[in-house]
């Protein structure tokens, strides 16, 4: 079945490492443009605190496309984020018109202008730890992303981000 | 005169006594040790909400001054508060943040608290009932009766808030510690159960008290893209800042126009019991808690000092517990679009704050930190920090404005009195 489906395969890493570059470049619109009509997005994390599953952040669409049009009106940590991210597994439907992928994924922050520039702007902070646990579309126009769970293993968020990770 | 010399710079502000503080007061850690032993011991904090104990045999553990908590839900399903540390060797009992003792641990038994260390065992109501090897080695000198836990005063109030207090001769209730500030807020939170959706933390290189002025002023909304484009109207600057005793504040509400930020919309489907629609009201409990409700979310943060330049903020977000799964959700987005880690509001908050440490770490040279604004005691008037640091003069017995002399409480009364022009105008 893998081999049935190995340049779809290949196909949907690139879609995610592309994803990533785009998302690095803050490049919003060229990361939603690679994403069906009917896409979700979400940031989620178990918390053992409180023993549940919460969410931190979601939308559709169009609720990101506003979200990432509005972002420039508010203050920010413009210290630029870097996902590596490797996928680890990707399973694409027997029909070949849908698949998932789980990719792990860490962030690092190159510090900026979030605390003392002077002192702490050029130092690499990790940042983020987690999956990217993704769905697509698969027709004959390409590969979309219809779903994107993004989950969290780092819950002491000091200053967040305002950006979609 | 335009830029300032140090001497100019440094000198006391033209304002009242009691108008400006000292910086010193956020980045001295003689100070900040005082504030543990003096207040932070001696104060009702509300360390977790019942809904994360919902079960017999649940537990949480937290930190209160440095002392490490856990507070348990008994078999009789009574909220119960304890010194986390076993009485044999002073080992902390539990280390997980949240958990069941339903199930034994590796060094203990269903149902009981056991410190892995020497496999002594407590209770739920903090009774010692195991000593592992007893006769033979406390022979009839020590027995289980003369090692339960340290308990702690606990009182589950204000829409099921679990409350703790260190000091045994605390002598007031939550209730009365609250002295009115959390009315405002009780018909909405006590109507129904609630129940916790949200935690997270931070943990910021700025004097816990910053983050509490930053919740008690809304001067501060400038910084907020948000709240300028859905607030900053007749009825915003109306919003009155109040000061009750023991140095809570509460800030009035209004009605927030959700609907002129792109892709928000309004949460009148959601409010809470008894709020008009859209409603927001703010309280600032002494020394350092703050309850938001933004219509249809609320949120609590409790700040723990962890050094004078350094504090964790918890960060909870509630909805009522009857909610409906797509009601939750809705809650969930509309609090997370503002105050989640990833929203609008809260992150540039944290960015402020921060901010403001990077000027005030210990080494740092004071300055006069300003909190003169008086706007008829409404939303951008500073009277709330004032009556915060009035308090807080008391409690440690230092003048904010100059933390090397003694508090006198009737220099600052005093000078608090409005200026005469702004009583013409109330």
Not at chain 1, 52 to 73: F, R, V
Not at chain 1, 142 to 165: A, M, Q, Y
Not at chain 2, 310 to 327: C, N, Q, W, Y
Not at chain 2, 329 to 344: L, V
Request: proline residues 5%; aromatic residues 12%.
């Amino acid at each position: 079945m893998a081999e049935k489906h190995a340049s779809t395969i290949e196909q949907i890493k690139d879609v995610i490492y592309k994803s990533c570059l785009y998302q690095d470049d803050l490049e919003w619109n060229s990361w939603l443009d690679m994403c069906s009509d009917d896409y979700h997005y979400a940031i989620r994390a178990f918390s053992p605190e409180i023993r549940a599953d919460m969410e931190y952040m979601g939308g559709g669409l169009e609720y990101m496309k506003s979200l990432t049009q509005m972002l420039p009106k508010h203050n920010t940590d413009n210290s630029p984020l870097k996902r590596h991210c490797t996928v680890y597994k990707v399973e694409v439907a027997d029909d070949g018109k849908s698949a998932s992928a789980t990719s792990s994924f860490v962030v690092y922050q190159t510090m900026l202008d979030g605390i003392n520039s002077h002192v702490d702007a050029g130092e690499s902070r990790l940042f983020l730890v987690g999956r990217y646990n993704d769905k697509f579309e698969i027709s004959n126009e390409g590969v979309k992303f219809s779903d994107r769970e993004v989950r969290l293993d780092t819950r002491r968020l000091d200053k967040g981000s305002h950006w979609p990770i | 005169m335009s830029a300032r010399n140090h001497e100019q710079w440094t000198s006391p502000p033209k304002l009242a006594e009691g108008e400006w503080v000292d910086s010193r007061i956020y980045s001295d850690q003689t100070i900040f040790e005082e504030e543990n032993e003096k207040i932070f011991k001696h104060a009702w904090i509300p360390v977790c909400h019942e809904s994360e104990l919902k079960d017999a045999y649940d537990f949480r553990t937290m930190t209160i001054a440095n002392e490490p908590v856990i507070v348990v839900r008994g078999k009789d399903m009574q909220v119960r508060a304890f010194l986390n540390v076993c009485p044999h060797r002073g080992n902390m009992i539990e280390r997980r943040p949240s958990g069941s003792f339903k199930e034994g641990t590796p060094s203990g038994t269903p149902k009981r608290m056991t410190c892995m260390f020497h496999a002594w065992q407590f209770d739920m109501k903090g009774k010692c009932v195991y000593i592992s090897r007893q006769e033979e080695g406390y022979q009839d000198r020590l027995c289980t009766a003369d090692v339960g836990l340290r308990e702690l005063k606990c009182e589950v109030y204000f829409g099921g808030f679990v409350w703790v207090c260190l000091d045994d001769d605390i002598g007031m209730t939550v209730e009365d510690w609250a002295a009115g500030a959390l009315d405002c807020l009780a018909p909405s939170l006590n109507e129904e159960p609630l129940e916790v959706f949200h935690y997270h933390k931070a943990i910021i290189p700025c004097n816990f008290k910053l983050w509490h002025d930053t919740n008690c002023e809304f001067y501060h909304d400038f910084l907020h893209y948000h709240n300028r484009i859905t607030g900053f109207n007749d009825a915003y600057f109306a919003r009155k800042n109040s000061g009750f005793k023991n140095g809570h504040i509460n800030v009035g509400s209004f009605e927030v126009q959700y609907d002129n930020y792109e892709g928000f919309h309004s949460r009148e489907e959601l409010s809470f019991p008894h709020l008009p629609p859209n409603h927001w009201y703010m309280i600032d409990m002494f020394p350092g808690v703050n309850f938001n409700l933004r219509g249809s979310a609320l949120r609590c943060d409790l700040m723990t000092p962890l050094g004078p330049d350094k504090v964790m903020i918890e960060f909870r977000g509630l909805g009522l517990a009857s909610d409906t799964p797509a009601e939750r959700q809705t809650r969930i987005d509309h609090h997370n679009s503002i105050w989640g880690p990833f929203g609008r509001n809260l992150h540039e908050d944290l960015l402020a704050v921060t901010a403001q440490g990077s000027c005030m770490h210990p080494s740092a040279e004071k300055r006069n930190i300003l909190q003169g604004r008086h706007e008829n005691e409404t939303i951008h008037d500073e009277n709330g920090m004032r009556h915060y640091y009035h308090e807080w003069g008391r409690w440690l017995n230092r003048s904010p404005s100059n933390p090397d002399e003694e508090f006198d409480e009737a220099l600052i009364a005093a000078a608090s009195a409005k200026p005469a022009e702004v009583q013409a105008n109330a």
